[in-house]
């Protein structure tokens, strides 16, 4: 064992307190490990020394150096034993349960849900989500219920948030009913985020989306289509769907509002994950004039064209990340809060206009320093849906109170 170069794995540090004392949670982003592992200090500043370069006995005599204390080669290795032992290490026993993850995800057929069960997302019995979702209606935060009459069919694309359902949940109501009332289509392309997407601008799937409401199909002849029109491999990331839950919870809301009761229709759709648009707003050209995104662009508006299918596109969009937690230095106040509405607002005045260009000049001024972190999603809905017109139905902000941090979100209508 001392001969051995343990080496951690990249994961989420969160400070914590375990009676009473700091302590820190590490997490696995990917869930390779399924459980949080909780460290003390000492345990900590020691797994963070495992980078892969040193021995258990390097670690000692530098941790040694560090504080002029020995720490016990024994409790060092216990540390390693409990890393190894929860798939926080990067060796064989981690690879061996990552490439069985993977195998089983690339050889089905459909994506499971994730978060279903979780507090902050929905609940895992069927009615009880009905039930929930349908809270979510009523006044005064909702929009109140779909009054059950035949869809008008002129709406072509909403934006709903992807925030967690306990707290965005009218707000995805309101974008809900509009689809409802004033679509009648039976084909929704999904433009997720694709929060933990290394390189890929575009990621996709052909597998089923299963959810406590039964199993949303996925169009894979369209899929196909988008893929021969990619000019990246739109499968590179695949598994990023295996845990993302900017498409799981569309499809959750579409299932409750459209798979059941006496107005049900039967309707399938296109997954997408849509990557950073980062790099291009703190440079000065326009991800419109890169060829990838030009070229899926062009696809989706081709496919769209030739499915021959009523369509509408949901993009799943949050807006501004703001605060400590996303890296600012300053906390939130009521002061910056208001500060920050007034320049998203300003922005969703773009989106209502289908202002593509003055949309990503007003992110481009300060290079998205609020963290709008779906841009790209939004800027393919506008290109791809030929929408001329929107409409704000509803705009929310979530504070954090531990970090003095907070997320903005708003559903919106496309014409």
Not at 42 to 51: I, R, T
Not at 118 to 139: G, H, K, N, V
Not at 233 to 252: D, G, I, T
Not at 327 to 348: A, I, K, N, Y
């Amino acid at each position: 064992m001392s001969a051995r170069r343990p080496k951690i794995r990249p994961v989420e540090v969160i400070s914590a307190e375990v009676g009473g004392k700091p302590a820190f949670c590490l997490r696995d982003p990917d869930r390779i490990a399924p459980d949080p592992v909780v460290l003390g200090p000492v345990e900590f500043m020691l797994a963070a020394m495992m980078d892969g370069t040193r021995t258990i006995l390097e670690i000692q005599a530098e941790v040694s150096e560090r504080t002029g204390e020995i720490v016990p080669r024994h409790a060092i290795e216990e540390v390693v034993e409990l890393l190894d032992r929860e798939y926080y290490l990067d060796g064989p026993r981690f690879r061996a349960r990552a490439e069985a993850i993977v195998e089983e995800f690339r050889t089905s057929k459909v994506r499971r849900s994730v978060h279903a069960g979780t507090s902050a997302a929905y609940p895992d019995d069927p009615d009880a989500l009905m039930a929930r979702i349908s809270e979510f209606f009523r006044p005064p935060e909702g929009p109140g219920p779909i009054d059950g009459t035949s869809p008008a069919g002129k709406l072509k694309a909403v934006i709903a948030p992807h925030i967690d359902l306990q707290r965005g949940g009218p707000c995805f109501a309101h974008a809900y009913k509009a689809l409802a009332s004033e679509s009648d289509a039976d084909l929704f392309v999904i433009l997720g985020i694709a929060h933990n997407a290394r390189r890929s601008l575009f990621i996709l799937t052909k597998k089923d989306f299963q959810t406590p409401l039964g199993t949303a199909k996925t169009d894979a002849a369209f899929v196909e289509r988008l893929e021969k029109a990619s000019l990246e491999n739109p499968y590179a990331e695949e598994m990023v769907h295996r845990l993302e839950h900017s498409v799981e919870f569309q499809v959750v809301f579409l299932q409750a509002v459209l798979g059941r009761g006496s107005a049900a229709r039967n309707f399938e759709i296109v997954p997408v994950l849509c990557g950073s648009f980062q790099g291009f707003l703190e440079e000065d050209g326009s991800p419109l004039e890169d060829a990838r995104v030009r070229a899926f662009v062009d696809g989706l508006r081709d496919a769209i064209e030739k499915s021959g299918r009523k369509w509408c596109i949901v993009a799943s969009v949050d807006l501004s990340h703001v605060g400590r937690k996303f890296g600012h230095g300053t906390c939130m106040s009521p002061g910056t809060m208001r500060m920050v509405e007034f320049h998203d607002r300003m922005m969703l005045h773009r989106l209502v206009r289908c202002d593509t260009a003055g949309f990503l000049e007003s992110l481009r001024r300060d290079r998205n320093a609020r963290n709008v972190d779906a841009v790209s999603a939004a800027v393919v809905l506008l290109e791809a849906s030929g929408a001329e017109r929107g409409r704000l139905l509803k705009y929310c902000m979530a504070y954090e109170a531990p970090t003095r941090s907070a997320v903005s979100f708003a559903s919106m209508s496309f014409y």
